[in-house]
């Protein structure tokens, strides 16, 4: 069965730092991009970041660009999100999602469960 | 920055066809998908390429994309289907979603 597990996540305060971890398991991770989607609660949903299946392009939403990092290690069919210097407005659940394609500009056609990241102070 | 804009409710009746409407600008030359929320779940795809249903999604799901309009399509809607649903596209290396739609079937 083809799925993607989030892990990390919890309270942080402003200004802090958190990583987040999806364990992909089903698919030759390397042959797929994978993203980051965000939803704020009650509200609707964000893109954050994608990386293609060799991790050699990432791409970034302007709201996060120069503060997350997306990163992947094939070996461990696992991709990270480096979040830096967090907001009030970076609390979301955050998703992972499978892309169904290598390029990145596909659908997402397998997401997680979820984290929520909370910035609070 | 490309927008997508989705009404924010559609109602629809037991059986009857509920159409959702995405619109932005020149959409169909970019593909459409559209996803599937129900309450505490996690998204689910349920057309991509604007017309094409992944596999174990019921027929009943359609899609459509023409000039600046994409349109999920649900005939003979259930109860189950019942969830917010939301259009997305590609622009230039940026997914973009639309703001969603809450499917009401009373």
């Known amino acids: 069965e083809v799925q993607v597990l989030e892990s990390g996540g919890g309270l942080v305060q402003p200004g802090g730092s958190l990583r987040l971890s999806c364990a992909a398991s089903g698919f030759t991770f390397s042959s797929y991009a994978m993203s980051w989607v965000r939803q704020t609660p009650g509200k609707g949903l964000e893109w954050v970041s994608a990386?293609?299946?060799?991790?050699?392009?990432?791409y970034y939403a302007d709201s996060v660009k120069g503060r997350f990092t997306i990163s992947r290690d094939n070996s461990k069919n696992t991709l990270y999100l480096q979040m830096n210097s967090l907001r009030a407005e970076d609390t979301a659940v955050y998703y992972c999602?499978?892309?169904?394609?290598?390029?990145?500009?596909?659908?997402?056609?397998?997401w997680g469960q979820g984290r929520l990241v909370t910035v609070s102070s | 920055s490309y927008e997508l804009t989705q009404p924010p409710s559609v109602s629809v009746s037991p059986g009857q066809t509920a159409s959702i409407t995405c619109s932005g600008n020149?959409?169909?030359?970019?593909?459409a998908y559209w996803y599937q929320q129900r309450p505490g779940q996690s998204p689910v795809l349920v057309i991509y390429q604007d017309r094409k249903r992944p596999s174990g999604i019921p027929e009943r799901f359609s899609g459509s994309n023409s000039g600046n309009t994409a349109t999920l399509t649900i005939s003979g809607t259930q109860a189950m289907d019942e969830a917010d649903y939301y259009c997305?596209?590609?622009?230039?290396?940026?997914?973009?979603f639309g703001g969603g739609t809450k499917l009401t079937v009373l």
């Open positions: 990386m293609s299946g060799s991790g050699a392009s990432t």
């Open positions: 020149k959409l169909d030359d970019k593909y």
């Open positions: 997305q596209a590609w622009d230039t290396d940026t997914a973009v």
């Open positions: 999602a499978k892309g169904s394609g290598n390029s990145g500009s596909d659908a997402f056609d397998v």
